[in-house]
């Protein structure tokens, strides 16, 4: 079953809670913010991909997104 935005928005959210302060939790922010706006994780990756974001942080946030997706999908 496909998990919805809110499921990978909240365990975005503990990979964020749980990092220090460096690329991890921006990213997980970053994927975090596109995931809570938005209805699907396709669409979340649109809006990342046209964020004014570094590039280290749009790349990491679009794996933790695909990371996520497939953890949710097979639990």
Known sequence: MTASNRELAAAAAEVADASGRGL?????GSAL????????????????????????????????????TTTKETS
């Not at 991890?24 to 997980?28: D, E, F, G, I, K």
């Not at 994780?41 to 946030?61: G, N, Q, T």
């Open 33 to 68: 913010a596109a995931l809570t706006t938005t209805r699907t994780p396709a669409a979340a990756r649109k809006v990342l991909r046209s964020a004014r974001l570094d590039d280290d942080v749009r790349a990491a946030a679009l794996d933790l997104i695909d990371q996520l």
């Open 24 to 28: 991890t939790r921006r990213a997980a």
